[in-house]
């Protein structure tokens, strides 16, 4: 009888291809199109990376991805460079160092640290932005893409349900 | 024998520490990328290398889009099966209202034209216009901007004003050969000079990325009212005067507020005026050139055949006096007759003529 192969799971796997994954949907929902009659919305797609990729493993290689997904969201959008980048590895920081009280909780518990990183994002953003354009952005609009930006948690959860292998090494 | 059953079995990486000098690392090159961005300058050097960026990034958008917008097409087609009644409902009540106003226009021109005729009025001439197609959109409460897919081959310049059938939609931030990223009205860093139609009071535009921008420091008492039409003053020069922005509505915070015109008509499809503000039309290092900044310095010596010419030309009836008392690169800078050239050349010059400077006020009429 013959053995099945054992599958490496490699930094391609869990961020090569995610990252990719996150590309390819902010280019998809940056298209100038109305689906009856309403635009598409825009949630931060890489903030489910930025949630995601410190709960799995720690990495160096995730917060240099995370810097260039970043800066791929400000090039694309016209946004301030660095704005984004600074933002999500904001996030991805805070996660890190709280892994040792997030990881093994429920769903639930992982939903509320979501929130508090996907808030923590927008309100970096939102000040940089202000300090850029020396002008407050509006707060109902950032309201509405921090709720669609939730809204990718599932995505997250899954991410992580793939690919957390419970080793004690990164505990 | 295998990496585990050595020497370093039992070492534990520092894998969380390691992680947090990466992360600081790039947290750090982040930050210096934001202290030096000057986006908000929005003009051609801020835009600098973002330029081969979007260049690359239109086509590859594009190919993603395709399926997006067969989808668009495919709701656009359910929304016209569904909504047809109403639609033709409204817009046979709207020709009726449009009708008179259309009589109304045909004899205004007619008058308009005879008044400019019998003033001689330099009228404003056709801003040509460039067709584009938005490849990409931001919708974000931080950036409100497009791509679009004409550049500086077709003649759009950084600060052309962009408009679709309904009204004014942006201005052209940065242009490369073949794309162009516009700044919508919306955008928390832009800012337009506008006027209220009804009163011509001039107030500013100002966005702040959610979909109705905010009127700030409107200019006189009640000014503003609901359902006042908002237009550009062309204060400035950035966009040309009377192109129609919205219509004005109190905000739920209290502010005055804008509902764009643009937004009612298609959000892919735009327009690029080629108009050229003040900025483009005048090069500051011309109007600092020659002869203006010759006339407080000496003009060179004239050669000797050019001395010879102008003496042929001027002949003095004491050559060596005037040789005397003025160089003749002085004589040069100003060309009168002899007799004045000894004036001391600081004097400033005669204002031109009111029939000289009537071709220079054309411009197109712009303010």
């Not at chain 1, 996030?91 to 009280?101: D, E």
């Not at chain 1, 309201?143 to 997250?156: D, E, M, N, S």
């Not at chain 2, 000079?193 to 200019?219: C, H, M, Q, W, Y």
Request: with cysteine.
């Amino acid at each position: 009888m013959r053995g099945r192969a054992v599958r490496v799971v490699g930094p391609l796997h869990w961020i090569g291809y995610p990252a990719l994954a996150v590309v390819a949907a902010t280019l998809v929902f940056a298209t100038p199109v109305r689906l009856f009659r309403l635009p598409l919305p825009e949630p931060i797609f890489p903030m489910v990376l930025a949630f995601a990729w410190p709960l799995i493993r720690p990495s160096m290689l995730a917060p240099a991805v995370l810097l260039v997904v970043g800066l791929f969201l400000d090039l694309l959008w016209g946004g301030p460079m660095g704005l984004w980048a600074l933002s999500l590895l904001c996030a991805y920081g805070v996660i890190l160092f709280a892994r040792p009280l997030i990881v093994g909780q429920d769903v639930r518990a992982l939903l509320g640290w979501y929130v508090g990183a996907t808030i923590l994002a927008y309100a970096l953003g939102y000040v940089f932005t202000a300090m850029d354009v020396k002008a407050a952005p509006s707060l109902v609009g950032a309201f509405f893409q921090v709720l669609v930006t939730v809204l990718l948690f599932p995505l997250a959860n899954n991410l992580i349900e793939r690919f957390d292998d419970g080793d004690v090494r990164f505990r | 024998m295998s990496f585990r059953d050595g020497p370093f079995e039992n070492l534990k990486v520092p894998l969380t520490w390691t992680a947090a000098v990466a992360l600081i690392l790039a947290g750090a090159g982040a930050l210096l990328l934001l202290l030096n961005d000057k986006r908000e300058q929005l003009d051609a050097k801020a835009y600098g290398a973002r330029g081969a960026f979007d260049a690359i990034a239109a086509p590859a958008n594009g190919m993603f889009a395709h399926p997006v917008r067969w989808v668009g097409q495919a709701s656009d087609w359910v929304d016209d099966y569904f909504f047809a009644v109403s639609e033709n409902r409204r817009l046979k009540k709207q020709v009726a209202e449009l009708e008179a106003w259309r009589d109304a226009a045909v004899a205004l021109k007619n008058i308009n034209s005879r008044y400019e005729s019998m003033l001689q009025i330099r009228t404003e001439p056709p801003v040509p216009m460039v067709t584009a197609r938005a490849v990409s959109e931001s919708r974000g409460p931080f950036v409100n901007a497009r791509l679009i897919d004409s550049g500086s081959r077709k003649g759009i310049k950084v600060g052309n004003p962009v408009i679709n059938e309904h009204g004014l939609v942006g201005r052209v931030v940065g242009a490369t050969a073949s794309v162009s990223r516009v700044l919508l009205l919306t955008d928390v860093a832009s800012r337009t000079p506008v006027l209220v139609n009804r009163t011509d009071a001039r107030a500013i535009l100002v966005g702040d990325g959610s979909g109705n921008p905010k009127l700030e420091f409107i200019r006189g008492k009640d000014a503003v009212k609901a359902g006042d039409q908002i237009l550009s003053s062309g204060d400035g020069g950035v966009f040309p005067r009377g192109l129609p922005i919205g219509v004005a509505a109190k905000g739920l915070d209290g502010s005055w507020r804008v509902k764009l015109y643009s937004d009612r008509g298609a959000v892919d499809f735009v327009r690029v005026l080629l108009f050229e503000d003040f900025a483009q039309l005048v090069n500051p290092e011309a109007l600092n050139a020659p002869p203006l900044t010759a006339l407080n310095k000496a003009a060179p010596p004239p050669s000797p055949e050019l001395a010879a010419r102008i003496e042929a030309l001027h002949p003095t009836p004491h050559p060596g006096a005037v040789a005397a008392a003025q160089p003749p690169a002085v004589t040069l800078a100003t060309p009168r007759p002899a007799a004045t050239a000894a004036q001391p050349t600081a004097t400033p010059p005669k204002p031109a003529a009111p029939a000289a400077a009537a071709p220079t006020q054309g411009n197109g009429g712009r303010p």
